[in-house]
C-alpha cells in the first residue's frame, strides 16, 4: 500500500525513460557548456538534467495534459543539451566519465535508498499541503491551485512537488512514496554534489565524503544551552515564548528536556535541545524543497567558475529560474548578493583594465557583459511568468485579490520594521539582540558558525576578487539574509526564519572548504577552529536523524492515512470528472485519493462557514447546491451524523464509488456519487 498506485511495477518504465532523456540531456550540458573534472560530470549532468527537467514540466504543464508535459519535459531537456553540443569540440558524450565514476552511483543509489528508509517512517511537515498539490498537479493542475480551494492559484513554491508529481503521474507511485523519493533522490545528489565540490578545493579524495557527513548533519546548537544550569536558564523563561510546533505548556528551560510534539513523528520523540527553528539538519528538512534548494546551492558553487560556452548563461539562468520555483527566498537573497557583487566586481575590474577611461560606462559594460548579470537577466522575466509564490504575488499586485491568491497563512502579505533588532526563530520568537541572554540563546540556535563569520567572509572576499563570482554573490545574499530578519517582521513570521536558514546554510558550505583547504592557504589554527566549529553544529544533528530512524521499521504513509485510504487511491485518482468537487471531514484527504478539487478555506487557517455547514448537517440537496459531486466518508463522519443524514447518503441514488469497510475494527471508507440524486 505504500508503492505503487497502479499495482504494476512495469508502469514505473515510462517514468525510466524519461529519467534517461532528461540525465542523458544533463550530461551534455555538463560536457560541452561547463569545464569540469571527468569525475564531475556525471553526476553534475544529473543535477542539471533534473533541474531541466523540472522546469520544462512546469512551463509544459501550462499548456499540455500532465503526462505529455512529464514525458515531454525529458525530451525538451535533452534538445538543450543536444543544443549545446551542437559543433562542439569535445565527443557527443565521453562514455569512460561513467566507468570512471561508477561508485558514485553505487554510493548515489545507497544513500537514495537509506534516506528513504527514514522518509518511510514519518510524516513530517506540511504533509496536507504537499500530498495534496503532488495528487492535484499530477493529475494535471500545473500550476496548481490552492490545495484547500480551487478557486484560488497557490501562491507557493512547487517547484520539488512537481517532480514528485511526475513520479506519480509517469511512474504509477502512490503520492507518499513519490514524495519521499522525490526528497530521497535530491538528499543523495546533494551529498554527493558537496563531495566533490570539497575535493575540488582540496584535491584530496577523502575530503569529499567527510564535507557530505558534515552538510547532511549540521544544524543549530540550541543544545549547548544544556550545558547552563537550570536555575540560571530559567531566569530567561519569561522573555522566551515557545510558539508554533514547541509549544508543549513547559517554560523554555524545562521544554528543553522535553519531546518535540510532532504530527506524523518518530516513535521516540525528538527532544527539544536538539532541533531548532533557524537550521535544521538536511535530515530533517522532511518538506523536500530545501533539499532540492541546496541541491542548487552547491551546483552553482560548480559550475559557475568553469563556464565555457558563450551561451551558459542561457543554462544558468533556467537553473535561477527553477530555484525561483522551489525556494523563492533563497533565489531572491542571491540575486540581491549577485547584483551587489556585479557592481563591485565591476568597480574592481574597471580600477585594474581602465583607470584613465571612463569608468562609469566601462563598469556597465564590465556588469552587464557578466555572464552572471546575463544569467540574472533572463531569470527574472522567466520567475515573473512561470508560476509559484513570486508569480501570484506579481499577479495580486496588477490585477488585486479576487480569484488569484489565498488569504491568510498562504497570503504574500508584507514586511514591517522591526525594534528592537531581533534574531526570529520559528520555535521560540523574536530574541532580542540587545539582551544579553537572548543574544546567546540566538547563538546556539543559530549555530556556532555564526561566531566566525568574518573569518569566512574575508576568505570568500578574496576568492571573489580573484574572479570567483558566484562565492561573492552567496555571501553577500548571506548577509542580507542575516541582517533583514533583525530589522524586518513578516506578516507570515515564521518564514523569515529562511533567511537566516540559507545564510548559515552557505556559511557552513564555506567553513567546510576552508577547513578543507591545505595548510598553505588557510592558517591552521583557524583550520582547527573551524573544525570544532563543525563538530558541534553535526552533533545535534547525528542525534535529531538518530531519532529519525526509529520510524524504519514502522513505515508511515500520509499524516492521517491508512491502507483503506491507499486502495480508495488506487480505483479513483484521476478517474473521475476533473470538474467535480469532493468534500470530506479532513479538508485535504479526499483531494489527495482523488485528485479531485476541494473548497473548505481561503486561509488554511479557519474553514469557510458553509464547508462547517455541510459537515455538520450533511445532506445530499445541500451539498449539491455547494457545487460537490463526491463525498468522502469515514467512520469519525458517519458516526457524527444524525439518522437522517445518514439516511440521506444511504439513498438508492447515491452511488458507491469505491468502498473499503473494515467492520472488525469498525473502520469505514467510502466514496460517494451524489449526482444522480434529484433536488
Known amino acids: 500500500m505504500y508503492w505503487l498506485r497502479t499495482g504494476n511495477l512495469l508502469d514505473f518504465i515510462p517514468w525510466l525513460v524519461t529519467a534517461l532523456l532528461w540525465t542523458a540531456g544533463g550530461w551534455l550540458l555538463a560536457t560541452h557548456a561547463i569545464d569540469l573534472e571527468q569525475k564531475e560530470r556525471p553526476m553534475v549532468g544529473l543535477a542539471l538534467g533534473l533541474i531541466g527537467y523540472t522546469f520544462f514540466a512546469n512551463l509544459l504543464g501550462h499548456w499540455l495534459p500532465a503526462y505529455w508535459a512529464f514525458v515531454l519535459a525529458g525530451v525538451c531537456t535533452l534538445l538543450l543539451g543536444l543544443a549545446f553540443a551542437w559543433k562542439g569540440k569535445r565527443p557527443l558524450l565521453d562514455w569512460h566519465d561513467l566507468t570512471a565514476t561508477w561508485v558514485q552511483f553505487v554510493v548515489f543509489i545507497l544513500i537514495t535508498i537509506a534516506f528513504l528508509m527514514i522518509c518511510r517512517g514519518v510524516a513530517l511537515f506540511d504533509e496536507p499541503k504537499n500530498l495534496t498539490i503532488i495528487s492535484r498537479m499530477a493529475a494535471g493542475d500545473i500550476p496548481p491551485h490552492f490545495y484547500l480551494n480551487a478557486d484560488y492559484y497557490f501562491r507557493y513554491h512547487y517547484g ?67 550545558l547552563i544550569p537550570q536555575i540560571t536558564l530559567a531566569r530567561l523563561d519569561p522573555v522566551i515564548h515557545l510558539i508554533g510546533s514547541s509549544e508543549t505548556g513547559a517554560p523554555f528551560s524545562q521544554a528543553l528536556l522535553q519531546g518535540w510534539p510532532l504530527d506524523g513523528g518518530p516513535p521516540t520523540p525528538i527532544m527539544m535541545a536538539y532541533i531548532n527553528g533557524i537550521f535544521q539538519p538536511l535530515t530533517m528538512q522532511q518538506a523536500g524543497s530545501s533539499i532540492l534548494s541546496a541541491v542548487i546551492v552547491i551546483l552553482l558553487l560548480l559550475v559557475f567558475p568553469r563556464i565555457t560556452h558563450r551561451l551558459t548563461w542561457v543554462l544558468l539562468g533556467i537553473v535561477l529560474a527553477c530555484w525561483a520555483l522551489v525556494w523563492e527566498s533563497s533565489y531572491g537573497l542571491f540575486a540581491i548578493g549577485g547584483s551587489i557583487a556585479l557592481v563591485v566586481g565591476g568597480i574592481l575590474h574597471t580600477r585594474r583594465t581602465n583607470p584613465a577611461g571612463n569608468k562609469l560606462v566601462a563598469t556597465i559594460k564590465s556588469i552587464v557583459t557578466h555572464p552572471g548579470f546575463l544569467a540574472l537577466a533572463l531569470s527574472v522575466p522567466l520567475v515573473l511568468l512561470q508560476g509559484g509564490t513570486i508569480t501570484e504575488t506579481l499577479r495580486q499586485a496588477l490585477f488585486g485579490t479576487a480569484g488569484i491568491g489565498v488569504e491568510g497563512a498562504v497570503s ?65 545574499g548571506a548577509w542580507v539574509g542575516l541582517i533583514v530578519p533583525l530589522f524586518l517582521s513578516y506578516q507570515a513570521e515564521r518564514d523569515i526564519s529562511r533567511f537566516s536558514a540559507y545564510s548559515m546554510f552557505v556559511w557552513t558550505v564555506f567553513l567546510t572548504l576552508m577547513v578543507m583547504q591545505p595548510a598553505a592557504e588557510v592558517k591552521p589554527v583557524l583550520q582547527n577552529l573551524g573544525a570544532v566549529a563543525l563538530g558541534l553544529m553535526i552533533f545535534g544533528g547525528v542525534v535529531v536523524t538518530g531519532m529519525l530512524m526509529t520510524g524504519v521499521s514502522q513505515p508511515q504513509l500520509g499524516l492521517d492515512m491508512n491502507s483503506q485510504d491507499s486502495r480508495i487511491l488506487r480505483d479513483t485518482w484521476n478517474r473521475l470528472p476533473a470538474d467535480s468537487a469532493v468534500i470530506d471531514r479532513i479538508p485535504w484527504r479526499a483531494s489527495v485519493l482523488t485528485g479531485l478539487p476541494t473548497y473548505s478555506s481561503v486561509s488554511g487557517l479557519e474553514r469557510l462557514d458553509t464547508w462547517k455547514s455541510l459537515i455538520a448537517n450533511p445532506s445530499v440537496e445541500a451539498l449539491s447546491a455547494n457545487g460537490y459531486r463526491y463525498v468522502f466518508v469515514d467512520e469519525i463522519w458517519w458516526n457524527e451524523m444524525s439518522p437522517g443524514a445518514r439516511a440521506d447518503l444511504s439513498q438508492p441514488c447515491v452511488q458507491v464509488v469505491s468502498e473499503y469497510d473494515k467492520p472488525s475494527h469498525g473502520q469505514i471508507r467510502r466514496l460517494l456519487d451524489i449526482q444522480n440524486c434529484q433536488p
Not at 507511485?173 to 578545493?201: E, I, M, N, Y
Not at 528592537?420 to 547563538?443: D, K, Q, W, Y
Request: charge should be positive; aromatic fraction near 12%.
Open 160 to 226: 520539488f512537488q512537481l517532480f514528485s508529481a511526475s513520479l506519480m503521474r509517469i511512474g504509477g507511485l502512490l503520492p507518499w512514496s513519490a514524495f519521499d523519493l522525490g526528497k530521497s533522490v535530491a538528499f543523495a545528489l546533494a551529498l554527493l554534489l558537496t563531495g566533490l565540490l570539497a575535493q575540488r578545493h582540496s584535491g584530496k579524495k577523502w575530503a569529499g565524503p567527510i564535507a557530505a557527513f558534515v552538510i547532511a548533519f549540521a544544524s543549530g546548537t540550541r543544545y549547548l544551552l544544556l
Open 412 to 476: 504574500a502579505g508584507g514586511f514591517s520594521l522591526r525594534w528592537p533588532p531581533a534574531v526570529f526563530s520559528a520555535h521560540l520568537g523574536a530574541l532580542n539582540i540587545l539582551s544579553p541572554g537572548e543574544l546567546l540563546i540566538a547563538i546556539c540556535e543559530l549555530g556556532v558558525v555564526i561566531l566566525l563569520t568574518p573569518w569566512i567572509t574575508l576568505w570568500a572576499w578574496r576568492r571573489f576578487k580573484s574572479g570567483d563570482w558566484v562565492t561573492g554573490a552567496m555571501i553577500a
